[in-house]
């Protein structure tokens, strides 16, 4: 999963200190030469076909519970990359965002609180629910984006914890401390999708449809603003573009992408309550952006293939070695100061160095080649 | 390259009749920046021609570049009030005066480093025209695309289109600095010293591209090499200690003992 760039990526190994991600192509948009399919990389085809075939391989655990939740914080740290690497804004406010979504196909749709779920049919309520979503996101950018740096992870911090505070104190809707059960997803094709195939296949789909959907807008007239707004805002403002409003309408757009994965989340676990969207929850989302590295989209799915691999397995190392299973989050911590501290720019910056060097080296000697 | 014509050509229009009133490209009265309690510039009045091409002369800290951001909106002024082709723009933010085809260059080049050169000019020209938000890559033989292209060919960077603008010579980032100011339909540039740094033959290029200009494209050029700014312009503005000193023809301003004493003759040529 971390052998290839994405696809398109011709300067895959960007000159070193060049941390941010500059769409898919040194090409002028538009300038490609060969069709699309043509320049992907054999790696992602082999990543593909493992993919699509790893359920005559994989146990249902692993389908549902390690690779159905590394797509889930995939996409959710997804959005958070495309705001913080394409846009330059660091947003803690991403999981509440997709807790939103979560919350609200709950709340619109049916559940196990009859009360309070209005019992919508799927295709209202989860187009209702993204937009929700999208649109609490939306608010949000407009509060944040006059801010910059620490003020903008302060400021959506903030509303974060106010999100959590507000959903565990709040009965009428939120339903508080107890929040939602029996969230399933609809049965679409008379397929039940919370069984573990079919949740596998569906978490798989949406997340490369969110991954596509990144890389495409990239390279867009949006996309490619975003980066100008995030390399140089003053100059945006001098070429005819509203960099406030381009800030916000990028919230909006990794509001859409968090709110599917928030969806999600809610089918996998079948409920949804404050903790989802609860502080411990809020950081991880980050340092799973950050680990797998802002560079490119496919950073946020490393980072969370770590994560969910660590959180999985490191109970069972810790009780190897006699310590408390609560100790995953130490091991998750020091991960990630090993990775902050060894490579800034998380997994993807390790391997973009990793192969340029091996570009450099002369393979008869090993020596460096400059 | 016609989407990009016909957005300049309604919003020219719609200027256009606001315009008829006073006739002015640009105009400035009384126009003070304080940087705390630095006068930047002080009561700066000014009225600029459609067409006309200006020369404002200054020593170092005379309030020169203040000056154009002001006009620009990168900074509000303090007091007075700057007009558009008749239009009072002074409480506009920046992206709206530009969107009524005013332009500039950075005297300190404000490009984008992480992007390509032609993403660079891409996003100028998209920058002043609609679909600023479209969700849909650019086709092949998209009339931005073809105009950016043109853009670069005419600042003679297409050999250098596909790389990084961090990668680009200090001179080519210079070149780079005016196509972005080209984009879409200019009706009036600043260009803030657009020479510094250049070679010799980088600056003959570089009085080509202005006197080259279409005659109706008025712009305003801050230069401290004498031999470009009276070469491209046919007035000239002296400020000093951020007032307007003198203005008058090239001629008129080169022979004229004040200046001399106060600029020229103090041997400064940046
Ligand atoms: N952003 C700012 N904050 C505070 N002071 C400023 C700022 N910009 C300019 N100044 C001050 O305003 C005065 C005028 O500066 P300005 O840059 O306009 O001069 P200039 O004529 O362009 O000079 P140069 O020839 O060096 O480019 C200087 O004293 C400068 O220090
Ligand atoms: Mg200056």
């Given at each position: 999963m971390t052998d290839t760039p994405p696809p398109g990526a011709r300067n895959a190994t960007p000159p070193a200190g060049a941390a941010r991600p500059s769409g898919q192509e040194g090409g002028a948009p538009g300038s490609e030469q060969k069709l699309w399919i043509e320049r992907i990389p054999a790696g992602w085809w082999a990543l593909a076909i493992v993919l699509l075939f790893m359920p005559a391989v994989a146990n249902n655990f692993w389908?549902?519970?390690?690779?159905?939740?590394?797509?889930?914080?995939?996409?959710?740290?997804?959005?958070?990359m495309f705001l913080a690497g394409y846009g330059g804004m660091v947003s803690l406010i991403q999981m509440s965002v997709a807790a939103m979504g979560g919350y609200m196909v709950a709340i619109l749709g049916p559940s196990g609180v009859e009360t309070i779920s209005l019992g919508l049919p799927w295709w209202l309520n989860i187009p209702l629910a993204i937009l929700i979503a999208a649109v609490f996101a939306t608010l949000v950018g407009a509060l944040a984006v006059r801010t910059e740096g620490i003020y903008t992870i302060m400021i959506t911090l903030a509303i974060a914890s106010a999100f959590f505070y507000f959903t565990r104190q709040n009965y009428g809707i939120f339903n508080g401390y107890t929040g939602f059960n029996l969230v399933v997803p609809p049965m679409l094709f008379g397929v039940d999708w919370r069984q573990p195939v079919a949740f596998y296949y569906l978490s798989l789909g949406l997340a490369v449809l969110c991954y596509a959907a990144v890389v495409y807008v990239s390279r867009t007239p949006f996309g490619l603003a975003l980066q100008g707004v995030r390399d140089n805002p003053r100059r945006m403002a001098a070429l005819g573009f509203n960099v406030t409003a381009h800030r916000i309408a990028a919230y909006t757009f990794a509001g859409a992408i968090a709110a599917i994965g928030g969806i999600l989340l809610v089918w996998q676990n079948s409920q949804i309550a404050p903790g989802t969207a609860g502080l411990p929850a809020v950081f991880d989302i980050l340092v799973i952006a950050v680990v797998g590295g802002l560079r490119r989209p496919s950073g946020a799915f490393i980072g969370a293939l770590i994560y969910v691999l660590l959180r999985t397995f490191s109970p069972d190392v810790l009780t190897a070695f006699e310590l408390s299973n609560e100790r995953f989050k130490l091991l998750i911590g020091l991960g990630f100061l090993v990775v902050v501290f060894f490579s800034p720019d998380g997994m993807l910056g390790l391997y973009d160095r990793w192969k340029a060097n091996r570009g450099r080296r002369d393979p008869l000697t090993g020596k460096e080649r400059e | 390259m016609d989407g990009a014509r016909e957005t300049g050509a309604v919003t020219a229009a719609r200027a256009g009749i606001a315009g008829a009133t006073t006739g002015a490209a640009l105009e400035l009265r009384g126009v003070t920046k304080m940087f705390g309690a630095l006068a930047a510039i002080s009561d700066v009045t000014m009225t600029v021609r459609p067409g006309e091409r200006r020369a404002v002369l200054g020593s170092n800290g005379a309030g020169k570049?203040?000056?154009?951001?002001?006009?620009?909106?990168d900074f509000l002024p303090t007091s007075g009030t700057i007009r558009l082709f008749g239009e009072d723009v002074s409480a506009f933010p920046a992206h709206e005066r530009i969107r009524r085809g005013l332009r500039r260059t950075y005297q300190i080049s404000l490009l984008f480093t992480g992007l390509s050169v032609a993403d660079n000019v891409y996003l100028a020209c998209r920058g002043v025209s609609r679909g600023r938000f479209s969700l849909l890559r650019p086709r092949k033989g998209d009339p931005l695309l073809t105009r950016s292209l043109e853009l670069v060919e005419a600042v003679h960077l297409t050999p250098h289109r596909d790389q990084l603008v961090s990668e680009l010579s200090y001179g080519q980032q210079r070149q780079l600095e005016i196509a972005l100011a080209l984009a879409g339909?200019?009706?009036?540039?600043?260009?803030?010293?657009?020479?510094a740094g250049l070679s010799p033959t980088e600056r003959r290029e570089l009085v080509a591209i202005l006197t080259g200009l279409p005659s109706h494209m008025g712009f305003v050029i801050i230069e401290h090499d004498m031999d470009v700014a009276l070469r491209v312009a046919e007035s000239v503005t002296m400020m000093h200690n951020g007032r307007v000193f003198k203005e008058g023809t090239p001629a008129e301003i080169e022979n004229d003992a004040e200046v001399q004493e106060l600029y020229l003759g103090g041997g400064h040529h940046g």
């Open positions: 389908l549902f519970q390690v690779f159905g939740w590394t797509f889930i914080l995939g996409m959710i740290a997804l959005s958070l | 570049t203040t000056l154009f951001n002001c006009v620009t909106g339909a200019p009706r009036f540039i600043l260009f803030d010293e657009p020479a």
